[in-house]
């Protein structure tokens, strides 16, 4: 029998048991910059269903957590139209770290150090399942995307750059 490798709890599976959350646990072997192309690879799940967990800013400097398909790439002019700001970039990793209190790679929306307001693509909803970071790096969480609006009061947005 092959043995499990046993997960530590971090900030975010501690909020989803606490909140009942029912959730699946992927562990996988972190590569450094290989991002959801290597996770939905090594777990065997289309990129579109893994979910990164991108940390940006307003023009006031006013932190966000964007939710993204894997396969797609945030457009920073239409997140900021949307949401009505100015503008949007991303956090440096050192503010990214600071706000979320997570490691580059390892970013989960669910038990950040700071409350942030958290924008997921709408299109994300729509998937009966989804792969999103657990706490920490090679490590992600199957949930059904209904938990990012329910748990996370997550706003729906549109802001994928088109294909």
């Known amino acids: 029998m092959a043995k499990k490798e046993h997960i530590s709890e971090t900030p975010a599976t501690q909020l989803l048991r606490r909140h009942k959350v ?38 006031a400097a006013r932190p966000m957590i964007v939710l993204m398909h894997g ?22 990793p050192e503010v990214a770290t600071r706000h979320s209190g997570y490691q580059i790679g390892g970013t989960s929306p669910f038990g950040t150090r700071k409350a942030m307001p958290v924008y997921v693509e709408d299109s994300i909803l729509a998937l009966e399942t989804i792969y999103i970071n657990g706490g920490r790096r090679g490590y992600l969480v199957g949930i059904a995307p209904q938990v990012l609006t329910e748990l996370l009061q997550a706003t729906p947005v549109h802001c994928a750059l088109a294909e």
């Open 22 to 59: 029912p959730f699946s646990e992927h562990p996988y072997d972190y590569e450094d910059h290989g991002g959801t192309s290597v996770s939905s690879r090594e777990l065997g799940v289309d990129e579109h269903h893994v979910v990164k967990t991108l940390v940006m800013q307003d023009e």
């Open 71 to 92: 396969d797609r790439k945030v457009s920073t002019k239409n997140l900021a139209r949307g949401i009505g700001c100015k503008s949007v970039e991303p956090c440096k």
